[in-house]
Protein backbone atom coordinates (compact mmCIF):
# COMPACT_ATOMS: atom_id res chain seq x y z
CA UNK A 1 0.00 0.00 0.00
CA UNK A 2 1.10 3.38 -0.70
CA UNK A 3 0.04 7.10 -1.06
CA UNK A 4 -1.82 7.60 -4.18
CA UNK A 5 -3.03 11.23 -5.47
CA UNK A 6 -5.23 12.27 -7.76
CA UNK A 7 -5.66 15.14 -9.77
CA UNK A 8 -7.61 17.29 -12.93
CA UNK A 9 -10.92 17.15 -12.32
CA UNK A 10 -13.18 19.99 -12.78
CA UNK A 11 -16.33 21.51 -14.96
CA UNK A 12 -16.74 20.97 -18.28
CA UNK A 13 -19.43 20.75 -20.76
CA UNK A 14 -21.03 17.42 -22.44
CA UNK A 15 -18.26 16.80 -25.64
CA UNK A 16 -15.45 18.41 -23.77
CA UNK A 17 -12.44 17.26 -22.20
CA UNK A 18 -10.39 16.59 -19.24
CA UNK A 19 -7.27 15.11 -18.55
CA UNK A 20 -6.83 13.04 -15.17
CA UNK A 21 -3.16 12.28 -13.05
CA UNK A 22 -2.75 10.21 -10.45
CA UNK A 23 1.17 10.03 -8.78
CA UNK A 24 2.43 7.11 -6.64
CA UNK A 25 4.16 8.45 -3.92
CA UNK A 26 5.52 5.60 -2.89
CA UNK A 27 7.68 2.52 -4.87
CA UNK A 28 6.16 0.79 -7.45
CA UNK A 29 8.32 -2.19 -7.45
CA UNK A 30 6.35 -5.24 -6.95
CA UNK A 31 3.06 -4.15 -8.04
CA UNK A 32 1.45 -5.08 -11.33
CA UNK A 33 -0.06 -1.64 -12.47
CA UNK A 34 -2.73 0.87 -12.23
CA UNK A 35 -6.52 1.23 -12.80
CA UNK A 36 -8.80 4.47 -12.88
CA UNK A 37 -12.55 3.89 -11.13
CA UNK A 38 -15.05 6.14 -10.92
CA UNK A 39 -17.92 6.80 -8.82
CA UNK A 40 -21.40 8.47 -9.97
CA UNK A 41 -23.72 9.89 -6.89
CA UNK A 42 -25.53 7.64 -5.33
CA UNK A 43 -23.34 4.73 -7.23
CA UNK A 44 -21.13 2.10 -6.27
CA UNK A 45 -17.65 2.34 -7.75
CA UNK A 46 -16.41 0.91 -10.81
CA UNK A 47 -13.33 0.45 -12.96
CA UNK A 48 -13.03 2.50 -16.12
CA UNK A 49 -9.67 1.20 -17.19
CA UNK A 50 -6.58 -0.54 -16.42
CA UNK A 51 -2.91 -0.49 -17.38
CA UNK A 52 0.42 -2.74 -16.63
CA UNK A 53 3.45 -0.73 -15.46
CA UNK A 54 5.25 -3.06 -18.24
CA UNK A 55 4.12 -5.48 -20.64
CA UNK A 56 0.50 -6.39 -20.73
CA UNK A 57 -2.71 -5.42 -21.99
CA UNK A 58 -4.99 -2.62 -21.42
CA UNK A 59 -8.45 -2.76 -20.38
CA UNK A 60 -11.41 -0.13 -20.97
CA UNK A 61 -14.97 -0.38 -19.71
CA UNK A 62 -17.17 -0.97 -22.58
CA UNK A 63 -18.87 2.17 -21.50
CA UNK A 64 -15.57 4.25 -21.68
CA UNK A 65 -14.08 2.81 -25.24
CA UNK A 66 -13.26 5.00 -27.94
CA UNK A 67 -13.48 7.77 -25.81
CA UNK A 68 -11.17 7.58 -23.05
CA UNK A 69 -7.23 6.32 -23.08
CA UNK A 70 -5.01 5.47 -20.13
CA UNK A 71 -1.50 5.88 -20.41
CA UNK A 72 1.43 5.94 -17.81
CA UNK A 73 5.09 7.46 -17.41
CA UNK A 74 6.83 4.84 -15.32
CA UNK A 75 9.84 7.75 -14.36
CA UNK A 76 7.09 9.76 -12.69
CA UNK A 77 5.18 6.77 -11.16
CA UNK A 78 2.34 8.23 -12.67
CA UNK A 79 -1.02 7.42 -14.70
CA UNK A 80 -3.28 9.59 -16.71
CA UNK A 81 -6.67 9.00 -18.17
CA UNK A 82 -7.40 11.55 -20.88
CA UNK A 83 -11.35 11.63 -21.76
CA UNK A 84 -12.76 12.50 -24.24
CA UNK A 85 -16.01 13.13 -25.60
CA UNK A 86 -17.70 13.21 -21.80
CA UNK A 87 -20.90 12.76 -21.25
CA UNK A 88 -23.46 13.57 -18.21
CA UNK A 89 -23.19 10.18 -17.79
CA UNK A 90 -19.53 10.90 -16.83
CA UNK A 91 -20.21 12.67 -13.75
CA UNK A 92 -18.29 11.35 -11.05
CA UNK A 93 -15.42 11.04 -8.50
CA UNK A 94 -12.31 9.15 -9.93
CA UNK A 95 -10.14 7.33 -8.20
CA UNK A 96 -6.80 5.46 -9.05
CA UNK A 97 -6.16 2.07 -7.93
CA UNK A 98 -2.81 -0.10 -7.40
CA UNK A 99 -3.04 -3.79 -8.17
CA UNK A 100 -0.62 -6.25 -7.00
CA UNK A 101 -1.64 -8.47 -9.69
CA UNK A 102 -4.50 -8.34 -12.70
CA UNK A 103 -6.70 -9.23 -10.45
CA UNK A 104 -5.68 -8.36 -6.90
CA UNK A 105 -6.38 -4.37 -6.16
CA UNK A 106 -4.68 -3.12 -3.03
CA UNK A 107 -7.05 -2.26 -0.18
CA UNK A 108 -6.21 1.31 0.06
CA UNK A 109 -7.80 4.95 -2.04
CA UNK A 110 -6.56 7.84 -2.67
CA UNK A 111 -8.95 11.20 -2.00
CA UNK A 112 -10.31 11.09 -5.29
CA UNK A 113 -10.69 13.78 -7.98
CA UNK A 114 -14.46 15.11 -9.12
CA UNK A 115 -15.25 15.81 -12.48
CA UNK A 116 -18.52 17.34 -13.33
CA UNK A 117 -20.11 16.84 -16.49
CA UNK A 118 -22.69 19.61 -17.55
CA UNK A 119 -25.79 19.15 -20.22
Known amino acids: QVPLVESGGGLVQAGGSLRLSCVVS????????MGWFRQPPGKERAIVAG????????YYADSVKGRFTISRDNTKNTVYLQMNSLKPEGTAVYYC????????????WGQGTQVTVSS
Open 97 to 108: KQYYSARSPTPS
Open 26 to 33: GRTFGTYG
Open 51 to 58: IPWSGGSI
